[in-house]
């Protein structure tokens, strides 16, 4: 079973190859046709796209649309309106030892890759990077995840529908596809999930020395400063955490450190948040995603349940194993060699840490591996200019949480142990993207101290090119030293 897979994969990788040597993708027109298709599904198929998200996530209406597919159409619209410009080939300086010539950096798409997608939001980080890959010119293979089925299956379903067939493949599957996925030779790997499988897709590429791309997490913290517009602030902090996915997502608020005088005010905040946002009895609420299985909403379940933090949560920490619910629920003041504080905790949970000091957040942060992104609340620019130079992340946010990724223009993607690369927007494109280096030079203009056999006069007409001398240059281009 596993050579036939493996056979069969080879075929479709090698037909991709085909369809790219024969130039099938790297015309405008097509790719802007693609872009195109994908943005009429976006429209189209909103209703099924929301169902499929509803069935793997109970993923309320509102969050599929603004979060997943209205992601897509502001990817797909800015794609499609900057598509000549980025295709365009970018002049640059040609330097006077080169002259006369011409310089410029070329894109050129690297040819067949593979994007494998996340089960969190299965739809925008299938296609998103998808837009990138077709804007620079690529045949595209799409492994969603099988850990969102109904979403999965859609996605195998409407794709062919919309694109070039030939061009842009989807494989459904579990670990034994991806295995055989990754046993092909890809031109890029774009990866979306943890830092786990992210380190078995790098090994797996390092044997064809393939680049990848690695969209992975981590534990991203909120610094909140005493000085906060204590309700906004809340609202904040509750929108990118349980309002994204219900705490299942690579940028939401991991833990919260505050200075001990002020955590109460703030918790007070988020109860009366909570309250509002949810209501009294959060698992009745059509607001809040569920867990997405069983082995997730057992892995949180066991983080609760771990006898160093159980009786630190302060708010919340209602269940249902059977709904696979989990409330809106918050500690205060968990070891810090806690299980919830070793590890990412993608769900519901939020501890918050408490100091003396604000600045002591600084060498705590940095005690732990770089996250994704990293919040503060504050009014004190001085404090902002601190947090910004002493913290390393993959993106960083002011006053409000995950809407950096929103931005066209910002690059999204980790550093560390929260992934490599990034994309949206044109980082998307110069992701599947290689940068050509062209120069181009005309007959005339020979130096002849460049060729043997060498001199004295010779070497000191290069030694005055190489220091950026215009008499040595003058001097070369005329053909000076002349019958040595």
Same mark, same amino acid.
């Given at each position: /079973?596993?050579?036939?897979?493996?056979?069969? /994969?080879?075929?479709?990788?090698?037909? @991709?190859?085909?369809?790219?040597?024969?130039?099938?993708?790297?015309?405008?027109?097509?790719?802007?046709?693609?872009?195109?298709?994908?943005?009429?599904?976006?429209?189209?198929?909103?209703?099924?796209?929301?169902?499929?998200?509803?069935?793997?996530?109970?993923?309320?209406?509102?969050?599929?649309?603004?979060?997943?597919?209205?992601?897509?159409?502001?990817?797909?619209?800015?794609?499609?309106?900057?598509?000549?410009?980025?295709?365009?080939?970018?002049?640059?300086?040609?330097? #006077? /030892?080169?002259?006369?010539? $011409?310089?410029?950096?070329?894109?050129?798409? #690297?040819?067949?890759?593979?994007?494998?997608?996340?089960?969190?939001?299965?739809?925008?980080?299938?296609?998103?990077?998808?837009?990138?890959? *077709?804007?620079?010119? &690529?045949?595209?293979?799409?492994?969603?995840?099988?850990?969102?089925?109904?979403?999965?299956?859609?996605?195998?379903?409407?794709?062919?529908?919309?694109?070039?067939?030939?061009? *842009?493949?989807?494989?459904?599957?579990?670990?034994?596809?991806?295995? $055989?996925?990754?046993?092909?030779?890809?031109?890029?790997?774009?990866?979306?999930? &943890?830092?786990?499988?992210?380190?078995?897709?790098?090994?797996?590429?390092?044997?064809?020395? $393939?680049?990848?791309?690695?969209?992975?997490?981590?534990?991203?913290?909120?610094?909140?400063? %005493? &000085?906060?517009?204590?309700?906004?602030?809340?609202?904040?902090?509750?929108?990118?955490?349980?309002?994204?996915?219900?705490?299942?997502?690579?940028?939401?608020?991991? !833990?919260?450190?505050?200075?001990? %005088? !002020?955590?109460?005010?703030?918790?007070?905040?988020?109860?009366?948040?909570?309250?509002?946002?949810?209501?009294?009895?959060? @698992?009745?609420?059509?607001?809040?995603?569920?867990?997405?299985?069983? &082995?997730?909403?057992?892995?949180?379940?066991?983080?609760?349940?771990?006898?160093?933090?159980?009786?630190?949560?302060?708010?919340?920490?209602?269940?249902?194993?059977?709904?696979?619910?989990?409330?809106?629920?918050?500690?205060?003041?968990?070891?810090?060699?806690?299980?919830? /504080?070793?590890?990412?905790?993608?769900?519901?949970? @939020?501890?918050?840490?408490?100091?003396?000091?604000?600045?002591?957040?600084?060498?705590? *942060?940095?005690?732990?591996?770089?996250?994704?992104?990293?919040? #503060?609340?504050?009014?004190?620019?001085?404090?902002?200019?601190?947090?910004?130079?002493?913290?390393?992340?993959?993106?960083?946010?002011?006053?409000?949480?995950?809407?950096?990724?929103?931005?066209?223009? @910002?690059?999204?993607?980790?550093?560390?142990?929260?992934?490599?690369?990034?994309?949206?927007?044109?980082?998307?494109?110069?992701?599947?993207?290689?940068?050509?280096?062209? #120069?181009?030079?005309?007959?005339?203009?020979?130096?002849?101290?460049?060729?043997?056999?060498?001199?004295?006069?010779?070497?000191? *007409?290069?030694?005055?090119?190489?220091?950026?001398?215009?008499?040595?240059?003058?001097?070369?281009?005329?053909?000076?030293?002349?019958?040595?």
């Amino acid at each position: /079973m596993a050579a036939a897979r493996s056979v069969g /994969m080879e075929a479709e990788v090698a037909a @991709l190859r085909g369809r790219f040597a024969a130039g099938g993708t790297r015309g405008a027109e097509w790719r802007a046709a693609q872009l195109r298709g994908i943005l009429r599904m976006a429209a189209e198929a909103e209703a099924e796209v929301c169902r499929a998200l509803h069935a793997d996530l109970a993923k309320p209406y509102t969050e599929s649309y603004v979060h997943e597919i209205a992601l897509v159409k502001s990817s797909c619209k800015f794609a499609l309106k900057n598509l000549k410009k980025w295709m365009k080939p970018q002049k640059v300086t040609a330097p #006077l /030892m080169t002259f006369p010539s $011409t310089a410029r950096v070329a894109a050129e798409p #690297l040819g067949v890759v593979l994007i494998i997608s996340a089960w969190n939001y299965p739809f925008l980080l299938s296609i998103d990077p998808i837009i990138g890959a *077709i804007a620079a010119g &690529n045949a595209v293979v799409l492994k969603p995840s099988e850990v969102a089925p109904a979403t999965s299956s859609l996605l195998a379903e409407l794709l062919p529908r919309y694109v070039d067939g030939s061009c *842009i493949k989807v494989v459904e599957g579990g670990v034994a596809e991806t295995t $055989t996925l990754l046993e092909q030779k890809w031109d890029k790997i774009f990866y979306t999930g &943890n830092g786990k499988v992210g380190r078995i897709v790098m090994a797996s590429a390092a044997k064809h020395l $393939t680049p990848v791309v690695l969209e992975l997490g981590g534990k991203c913290p909120v610094v909140v400063d %005493s &000085n906060v517009n204590l309700h906004v602030t809340a609202k904040r902090i509750a929108a990118g955490k349980w309002g994204c996915n219900n705490g299942q997502a690579c940028i939401s608020p991991d !833990f919260i450190i505050t200075t001990k %005088s !002020f955590a109460p005010k703030l918790l007070e905040a988020l109860e009366k948040v909570l309250e509002k946002f949810y209501g009294r009895d959060p @698992l009745r609420s059509s607001d809040l995603s569920r867990i997405v299985n069983s &082995n997730h909403f057992n892995r949180l379940k066991k983080l609760m349940d771990d006898e160093t933090v159980s009786d630190k949560i302060v708010f919340g920490g209602q269940r249902d194993e059977h709904q696979l619910k989990i409330a809106p629920t918050i500690f205060m003041d968990v070891p810090l060699d806690s299980g919830i /504080m070793k590890e990412e905790i993608f769900g519901p949970l @939020l501890p918050i840490i408490t100091v003396d000091k604000i600045h002591e957040s600084f060498a705590l *942060i940095n005690s732990m591996t770089k996250p994704l992104a990293a919040y #503060l609340f504050t009014k004190d620019s001085k404090l902002q200019e601190q947090y910004e130079a002493a913290i390393s992340a993959g993106g960083m946010l002011v006053n409000d949480t995950a809407v950096h990724l929103t931005n066209q223009y @910002l690059p999204f993607g980790g550093v560390g142990e929260s992934g490599m690369g990034a994309y949206h927007g044109r980082f998307s494109f110069e992701a599947f993207s290689h940068k050509k280096a062209v #120069l181009v030079r005309r007959f005339a203009g020979e130096a002849a101290a460049r060729y043997p056999p060498y001199s004295a006069a010779k070497l000191k *007409i290069l030694r005055g090119v190489l220091k950026g001398n215009l008499g040595a240059m003058i001097k070369a281009i005329l053909g000076f030293p002349r019958g040595k």
